[in-house]
Every structure is written in C-alpha cells, then in structure tokens.
C-alpha cells in the first residue's frame, strides 16, 4: 500500500505568515491528492482536491500544488481562524490513506 | 443542503460488536458512495472502507477486513457500519463521509457527518 508521509508533524507561525505543509507519497499518485482541515473539537472540512483545485467556499489564501509524490499546502497569510491539525490524503485507489497531519499554531 | 447525521454515542464491552448509521439527506443518496473514517483519540484519521449504496459493494481497508460489514438501506437513505470483536483500541469517533464525485469511490470527501463516539470498555 502506498504510504503518505505529512512534514512537519506540527509548527508554530505568526499572524500574516506564509506557512507550508509537505505530504509525501511512497509511489506516484499523479494529482489523485486532498487536504483537509480540523479545527479542535470539529468535523474535517475538504480544502483542497486534485492537489491544487480549491474546494467551493475556501478562501483564497490556501493553496495547493505538486503531482506524483511531492505535495505542498500553503496558507498565503496565517490567520488565527487557521489554526488546525491539516492532513492530506491519497485517493487514486483504495486504501484512501491520510497522512499523519500538522498541527499549526500560532506563535 | 447535504446532511450526514450519524447515531449516537455508544459505550461496548470488549467482543461485542457496534453497528453505527448515517442518514443523508439533500441529494441522491444512491449516486454517491460513502465512506467511513475513523479517529482514536488525539490521533489521526483512518479510512476504514466505503460503499457504494447504489449497489450495494464494498471496499474496506485490509485491517478491517474481517471485522467490518458496510450495509445500507435505500428506503431510508442510510448507511451503515458494523464492527463485531470490539477491543480497547477501536475506541474512536467514527465518521460516514461522502464521495465528492457520483462516479466512483476513488473520491475526496465533501460532506461529512458529525461523528459518533465509540467507547470500548470493560
């Protein structure tokens, strides 16, 4: 099975940081990959599919990009609403795996 | 609007089995898989297979291979998800969460239900 690798496992940031998050996959996934965000004490929300396409009603300071194995989330400007465990996920083919997550906090 | 409202909290004892339900509502129930995820606590997400309501066909993850049963009944557009020989470490909040695309399983994820708590202990 392939395995998803998120780095790092959690980082702290200032308000109005650009911050990034790396999911790596043990073979080629081609653009087959999801981010999601949970806040503390909710349900996961999709942000992100096909690795770059911003899902309906996310805002505009998240972003995605990469295919195959190497895969980055990046929030443009940090905000205090952001503050979440974000995971990425493959979904070419079963076993739909998610990556461990990272925690983002603020500094 | 999409809904997914899952069963309440259950508490079980070691070897007993859950079966946990997830109703939908505001689209084609039958048009979209569904998918059950997994989450111990403090920990991270585990998808543990799907469904595809349509059909009636699975998929589940080889861990639960022989401990799961994904069911669902289209008179009431509600899925379901059985997993017998319950031990200390399946304690967890499970999800039901549905495919975002009507073509298949191999999906993101686009609505989610609220989870439901699953303890497990003697």
């Known amino acids: 099975d392939i395995q998803m690798t998120q780095s790092p496992s959690s980082l702290s940031a200032s308000v109005g940081d650009r911050v990034t998050i790396t999911c790596r996959a043990s073979q080629g996934i081609s653009n087959y990959l999801a981010w999601y965000q949970q806040k503390p004490g909710k349900i996961p929300k999709l942000l992100i599919y096909?690795?770059?396409t911003l899902q309906s009603g996310v805002p505009s300071r998240f972003s995605g990009s990469g295919s195959g194995t190497d895969f980055t989330l990046t929030i443009s400007s940090l905000q205090p609403e952001d503050v979440a465990t974000y995971y990425c996920?493959?979904?070419?083919?079963?076993?739909?795996?998610f990556g461990g997550g990272t925690k983002v906090e603020i500094k | 609007q999409v809904l997914l409202v899952q069963s309440g909290a259950e508490v079980k004892k070691p070897g007993a089995s859950v079966k946990v339900s997830c109703k939908a509502s505001g689209y084609t129930f039958s048009g979209y898989y569904m998918h059950w995820v997994r989450q111990a606590p403090g920990q991270g997400l585990e998808w543990m297979g799907w469904i595809n309501p349509n059909s009636g066909g699975t998929n589940y993850a080889q861990k639960f291979q022989d401990r799961v049963s994904m069911t669902r009944d289209t008179s009431i557009s509600t899925a379901y998800m059985e997993l017998s020989r319950l031990r200390s470490d399946d304690t967890a909040v499970y999800y039901c969460a549905r495919s975002a695309s009507g073509y298949g399983g191999a999906y993101s994820f686009d609505y989610w239900g609220q989870g439901t708590l699953v303890t497990v202990s003697s």
């Open positions: 996920q493959k979904y070419n083919s079963a076993p739909l795996t």
């Open positions: 096909g690795a770059s």
